[in-house]
């Protein structure tokens, strides 16, 4: 009984080293697989994306080379600043996102679904960016229409300045008094625009009011000679002085004079400034408001 005990121990035993074994097989042959196949992976597709990518790098390179020369090409020609940035901003991403795409087809990725997500997210994105998105088509529409450009000064949504800078979304004006203002693109190509720089010459206008006493054939001279002897302002077409308005109690003369654009400012403050200084040289008044005052004594004194 002993001896059949014993027996089946053994047995029991073997059996056991047995399966130990085959597991320690199995289990040896099946990282051996997973080897096996990660080194013809490697052979095959990753030498593949690996020359892929160093392709891509290349090609990468070559597009920023390309990419300068369009640029110092339009500097060269004397474009636009920002449209010469806005065309080589635009070739060097795009020409890179289709290389990126080829790329991923080329190793094998499924770019129909890739461009299913992009598809998805520019919808969202495009709801929630509506104002950004109006910015940058006004911002194209700027540079191809091109109502400004750079330096001239401008008038637009109660904003006035010189142009320092149009960029894709805001456009960069400095005020009179240094500031810096940005107005949003989209409404700026939707708006009233009021160039101040694009024209050579410009008008200067003037009212002036004097009383109804004074002569007003000096009054129209004085002004004329006032005007006519400052060298900046234009001889064509020539200086007009005439009446413009009679009010309650002054009669208003209307000046206008042709100057240089660069000039407006300066024969404006200079004529504001002599006018005065002439009336009172030739005895001319300008009205100004009165009060009088009636003192009433006690009607017992």
């Given at each position: 009984?002993?001896?059949t005990?014993?027996?089946i ?60 020369r ?10 636009d ?13 795009g ?39 109006s ?33 894709i979304?805001?456009?960069y ?50 002004l004329?000679?006032?005007?006519s ?16 308005e ?12 042709w ?9 404006y ?8 200084e002439?009336?009172?040289?030739n ?6 408001n ?12």
């Amino acid at each position: 009984m002993i001896g059949t005990i014993e027996r089946i121990l053994f047995a029991d035993e073997t059996t056991e080293a047995i399966t130990t074994a085959e597991d320690k097989i199995t289990s040896r042959t099946y990282w051996e697989n997973k080897l096996d196949e990660v080194l013809k992976w490697i052979t095959t597709n990753g030498i593949k994306m690996l020359l892929a990518l160093i392709v891509l790098f290349i090609l990468f390179k070559i597009v920023n080379v390309i990419a300068r020369r369009i640029k110092k090409n339009m500097v060269k020609r004397e474009c636009d600043p920002t449209f010469t940035i806005i065309v080589t901003n635009v070739f060097r991403k795009g020409i890179k996102i289709l290389l990126f795409v080829a790329y991923l087809a080329f190793v094998g990725i499924d770019t129909a679904s890739i461009g299913a997500v992009i598809a998805s997210c520019g919808v969202g994105i495009g709801l929630a960016l509506q104002g950004s998105l109006s910015n940058l088509a006004g911002g194209i529409i700027i540079v191809i229409v091109r109502p400004f450009k750079l330096g001239d000064y401008i008038e637009a949504q109660g904003e006035g300045g010189t142009v320092e800078d149009i960029r894709i979304f805001y456009t960069y004006i400095a005020t009179p008094d240094n500031r810096t203002v940005m107005i949003p693109n989209g409404v700026l190509a939707n708006g009233v625009i009021r160039n101040n720089s694009m024209k050579d010459r410009r008008r200067v206008d003037f009212k002036f009011s004097v009383s109804y006493d004074s002569d007003l054939k000096l009054v129209k001279e004085t002004l004329l000679k006032l005007v006519s002897n400052d060298a900046r302002v234009l001889k064509d077409p020539s200086p007009f002085a005439q009446i413009s308005e009679y009010g309650n109690s002054s009669i208003t003369f209307t000046v206008r004079a042709w100057v240089k654009a660069t000039d407006y400012w300066n024969v404006y403050f200079a004529i504001m400034e002599q006018v005065k200084e002439e009336f009172d040289n030739n005895g001319i008044q300008i009205p100004f408001n009165q009060l009088d005052v009636t003192i009433r004594g006690n009607k017992n004194e």
